[in-house]
T-cell receptor, first 112, second 117 residues
Framework: AQTVTQSQPEMSVQEAETVTLSCTYDTSESDYYLFWYKQPPSRQMILVIRQEAYKQQNATENRFSVNFQKAAKSFSLKISDSQLGDAAMYFCASNTGNQFYFGTGTSLTVIP | GAVVSQHPSRVICKSGTSVKIECRSLDFQATTMFWYRQFPKQSLMLMATSNEGSKATYEQGVEKDKFLINHASLTLSTLTVTSAHPEDSSFYIC?????????????FGPGTRLTVL
């Protein structure tokens, strides 16, 4: 089984500033993916970014980037130039095959 | 990306009634779909894996006789909450991989909010 831990229930960031959301995971699998999902008030889950565990290079998607530390089993999300629309719940997740394991989420508030 | 729909988006029912929730993959075929339950301000908890043409696989602690899953076709899975009670009130989300790779991206439905009075 896999476990995913998000130690920050809530975070806030000033608009245009940078914020980092933490995530650690535990798995015995050698091949897996890691994801960050965003869940806005509409409750629709939206994929933000994903990282293949076998890739050493950190994934980036525009203003979103990850710091993947495989040995430490750490997978943090950095949001640069934060925008009001970034306000949402953010879930870290890992998967092996099709089965996903989600963290407990971090509620991000963006302060205008 | 692939689209997954759910119907209804919200439902209110009386205690003791059964409620059916549909999950459809709109532009791709899904031999496997997943059902999650999310309580307020909590994470998604996997309830079961729906397999087309075979029985669903339930997570530990999930009553298979209460949460009936039928994966009738490659684009439709249904979750029926039988004899619903107020403690079953929750947000139910389905997801499906699009089958593009060995570690498929999951596409999530918009969710169904169930309120049992």
């Amino acid at each position: 089984a896999q476990t995913v831990t998000q130690s920050q229930p809530e975070m806030s960031v000033q608009e245009a500033e940078t914020v980092t959301l933490s995530c650690t995971y535990d798995t015995s699998e050698s091949d897996y993916y890691l994801f960050w999902y965003k869940q806005p008030p509409s409750r629709q889950m939206i994929l933000v970014i994903r990282q293949e565990a076998y890739k050493q290079q950190n994934a980036t998607e525009n203003r979103f980037s990850v710091n993947f530390q495989k040995a430490a089993k750490s997978f943090s999300l950095k949001i640069s130039d934060s925008q009001l629309g970034d306000a949402a719940m953010y879930f870290c997740a890992s998967n092996t095959g099709n089965q996903f394991y989600f963290g407990t989420g971090t509620s991000l508030t963006v302060i205008p | 990306g692939a689209v997954v729909s759910q119907h209804p988006s919200r439902v209110i029912c009386k205690s003791g009634t059964s409620v059916k929730i549909e999950c459809r993959s709109l532009d791709f075929q899904a031999t496997t779909m997943f059902w999650y339950r999310q309580f307020p301000k909590q994470s998604l908890m996997l309830m079961a894996t729906s397999n087309e043409g075979s029985k669903a696989t339930y997570e530990q602690g999930v009553e298979k006789d209460k949460f009936l899953i039928n994966h009738a076709s490659l684009t439709l899975s249904t979750l029926t909450v039988t004899s619903a009670h107020p403690e079953d009130s929750s947000f139910y989300i389905c997801s499906a991989p699009d089958g593009s790779g060995s570690f498929d991206e999951q596409f999530f439905g918009p969710g169904t909010r169930l309120t049992v009075l």
